[in-house]
């Protein structure tokens, strides 16, 4: 049986006695419904698995022993920073938790002039907690012990204007370019446009950014497939995906 794994945020060590936090001590045990003597597998984002075992669960408390600190080597060598537009409904969490199973490191969510989602601060504020804790359970389930970024929300124009050395890529069905042509690097910053894509005055700013065009293939595909497609394409180039 797999043995759980459950994010446990601070410092964690070896021989360490400790009890785990609200929300991971609610999961292991009413939702999991572990006992004592159970195995289960912390992380807290180093890079490290943390083997350990139950050792006492109560009605809102689960205590652990820490074993062990093992390096977790799952990280793909290459590091994509995601640039997502904000799209409606639950399309925008799935993108998140299937980039972050795909590997990429960071995640920045877009406003654009098509995306159609208005948030105010507090809501946002909201959104990006929710977005952080789909990018912690993706790494709980894919097995993950580094847990990526998910940046505040930013307008389309600001994150294209932030200084990097990545190389920088946009997706077009007309580009001539193709992932397959490109000279591999370590470092990626992708840009995806939400449902209705970017206008053409975005399609200009990325240009003018220095993003460079690819396609993915014939088909026009939605803003969550694009993105996930993009990824595991870049991955099976350039990172660690078979």
């Given at each position: 049986?797999?043995?759980?794994?459950?994010?446990?945020?601070?410092?964690?060590?070896?021989?360490?006695?400790?009890?785990?936090?609200?929300?991971?001590a609610?999961?292991?045990?009413?939702?999991?419904r572990?006992?004592?003597?159970?195995a289960?597998?912390?992380f807290?984002?180093?890079?490290?698995?943390?083997?350990?075992?139950i050792?006492?669960?109560?009605?809102k408390?689960?205590?652990?022993?820490?074993?062990?600190?093992?390096?977790?080597?799952?990280?793909?060598?290459?590091?994509?920073?995601?640039?997502q537009?904000i799209?409606?409904?639950?399309?925008?969490?799935?993108?998140?938790?299937k980039?972050?199973?795909?590997?990429v490191?960071?995640?920045t969510?877009?406003?654009?002039e098509?995306?159609?989602?208005?948030?105010?601060?507090?809501?946002?504020?909201?959104?990006?907690?929710q977005?952080q804790?789909i990018?912690?359970?993706?790494?709980?389930?894919?097995?993950?012990?580094?847990?990526p970024?998910?940046?505040?929300?930013l307008?389309?124009?600001?994150?294209?204007?932030?200084?990097?050395?990545?190389?920088?890529?946009?997706?077009?069905?007309?580009?001539?370019?193709?992932?397959?042509?490109?000279?591999?690097?370590?470092?990626?910053?992708l840009?995806?446009?939400?449902?209705?894509g970017?206008?053409?005055?975005?399609v200009?700013?990325?240009t003018?950014?220095?993003?460079?065009?690819?396609?993915?293939?014939?088909?026009?595909?939605?803003?969550?497939?694009?993105?996930?497609?993009?990824?595991?394409?870049?991955q099976?180039?350039?990172?660690?995906?078979?």
């Open positions: 049986m797999r043995i759980p794994r459950i994010y446990q945020p601070g410092a964690l060590a070896p021989q360490q006695s400790m009890s785990l936090a609200d929300e991971p609610n999961h292991v045990g009413r939702v999991l572990m006992q004592s003597g159970d289960i597998i912390l807290n984002g180093d890079g490290h698995d943390y083997p350990a075992v050792t006492e669960t109560g009605k408390s689960v205590l652990v022993q820490i074993n062990a600190k093992i390096e977790n080597q799952v990280e793909s060598p290459l590091k994509i920073h995601l640039g537009g799209s409606r409904g639950d399309r925008m969490d799935f993108a998140i938790q980039a972050v199973e795909l590997g490191t960071e995640i969510p877009l406003f654009t098509r995306c159609g989602v208005k948030l105010d601060a507090e809501r946002l504020q909201k959104r990006t907690e977005w804790k990018a912690i359970s993706a790494c709980e389930q894919s097995g993950r012990s580094v847990v970024t998910v940046h505040p929300a307008n389309l124009d600001k994150w294209l204007g932030q200084p990097t050395e990545e190389l920088k890529l946009t997706l077009d069905p007309w580009a001539k370019d193709t992932i397959k042509t490109l000279t591999p690097v370590t470092t990626v910053r840009v995806i446009g939400p449902e209705g970017f206008s053409d005055r975005e200009q700013l990325t003018s950014a220095g993003f460079v065009a690819v396609q993915l293939g014939p088909r026009v595909l939605r803003t969550e497939t694009a993105a996930l497609t993009a990824i595991s394409a870049l099976l180039q350039m990172g660690d995906l078979a």
